[in-house]
Nanobody, 127 residues
Framework: QVQVGESGGGLVQAGGSLRLSCELS??????MAWFRQAPGKERDNERE????????????YYADSVKGRFTISRGSAWNTMYLQMNSLKPEDTAVYYC??????????????????WGQGTQVIVSS
């Protein structure tokens, strides 16, 4: 069974940068995405879409709140995904989750489209 795991979270000052990584076990044909859950929003339906990248062509999608600051990418083997986060703001503080789904690259901004989730990595941005 495919699994994903995140790494790279931490504490950073506002304006700083972090790079998150996600590794998918096994052969990947998955569309992949980053979601985040801010403090106090623990319900699944409150995981906020951050960015997604499709399998194959590698089309990228971003939430408006992170456009121009965050960059999503995949490794050459397609089973690794990254999120480069620059110009971080205190409102970016959240647990960041990696998610993966097979099939058509549709509804990529919806958390319930994904059936593989990581455990999350904490990002704290201090003001």
């Amino acid at each position: 069974q495919v699994q994903v795991g995140e790494s790279g979270g931490g504490l950073v000052q506002a304006g700083g940068s972090l790079r998150l990584s996600c590794e998918l076990s096994g052969r990947s044909r998955h569309n992949m995405a980053w979601f985040r859950q801010a403090p106090g929003k623990e319900r699944d339906n409150e995981r906020e879409f951050v960015a997604a990248i499709t399998w194959g062509v590698g089309i990228r999608y971003y939430a408006d709140s992170v456009k121009g600051r965050f960059t999503i990418s995949r490794g050459s083997a397609w089973n690794t995904m990254y999120l480069q986060m620059n110009s971080l703001k205190p409102e970016d503080t959240a647990v960041y989750y990696c998610a993966a789904k097979l099939g058509a690259p549709q509804d990529l901004e919806l958390s319930n489209s994904y059936d593989v989730w990581g455990q999350g990595t904490q990002v704290i941005v201090s003001s």
